[in-house]
């Protein structure tokens, strides 16, 4: 299966800055299946992005995605303190569907 | 606007089964999507468990697939789980999501999920 690889573990940042998450895969994920999620305490995650680089519903355009074959990354161009969150990127592309082990964004 | 909601034991014996009903309302379980069930144990990453399509046909992560079956009730508006011989590491909250683009995610809509807890 694909294992997915994501840093920082941490990031600590204050509103108004850029945050910069990155996904790595063990192989190439087909079709750039690759999803991102924000997920709060108590709460499911909530899609953000797909196919690497499509906003989901609703999401606000500060959030983008980017990359491909085994290196992805999501930018959160301004940071918002309701921002604050685990995310996590997950790849569809090859069966099982396998998720990172998610970053932190600590808003300071 | 989907709404999912899971439904079951919160509690569950050491090699007993669980099952889990996922109820779909305000959206067809027949419109052209994968329904899976996605499981997070306390304070760790997501794992994907499995779906299942409208007709019945289905996908399993193979590290659970000896134990796990995935099923519809396309009447009722509900899709099931079971996962056999539970020990302490299934203890988890459960999922159940609507695939947004193919078999194993992404998923756009979540249910609010129930934790399991397996103890004696």
């Known amino acids: 299966e694909i294992v997915l690889t994501q840093s920082p573990g941490t990031l600590s940042l204050s509103p108004g800055e850029r945050a910069t998450l990155s996904c790595r895969a063990t192989?190439?994920?087909?079709?750039?299946?690759l999803a991102w999620y924000q997920q709060k305490p108590g709460q499911p995650p909530r899609l953000l992005i797909y196919?690497?680089?499509s906003r989901a519903t609703g999401v606000p355009d500060r959030f983008s995605g980017s990359g491909s074959g085994t290196e992805f990354s999501l930018i959160i161009s301004r940071l918002k303190p309701e921002d604050f969150g685990v995310y996590f990127c997950q790849q569809y592309g090859s069966s099982p569907g396998t998720f990172g082990q998610g970053t932190m964004v600590e808003i300071k | 606007q989907v709404q999912l909601r899971e439904s079951g034991p919160g509690l569950v014996k050491p090699s007993e089964t669980l099952s889990l009903t996922c109820n779909v309302s305000?959206?067809?379980?027949?419109?052209?999507?994968?329904w899976g069930w996605i499981r997070q144990a306390p304070g760790k990453g997501l794992e994907w468990i499995g779906s299942i399509y409208h007709n019945g046909q289905t996908r399993y992560n193979p590290s659970l697939k000896r134990r796990v079956t995935i099923s519809v009730d396309t009447l009722k508006s509900q899709f099931f789980l079971k996962l056999t011989s539970m020990t302490a590491s299934d203890t988890a909250m459960y999922y159940c999501?609507?695939?947004?683009?193919?078999?194993?995610?992404?998923?756009?809509?979540w249910g609010q999920g129930i934790l399991v807890t397996v103890s004696s």
């Open positions: 196919g690497a680089s």
């Open positions: 192989e190439s994920v087909n079709s750039n299946y």
């Open positions: 305000d959206h067809s379980i027949n419109n052209g999507f994968y």
């Open positions: 999501a609507r695939d947004k683009v193919s078999t194993a995610g992404p998923y756009d809509y």
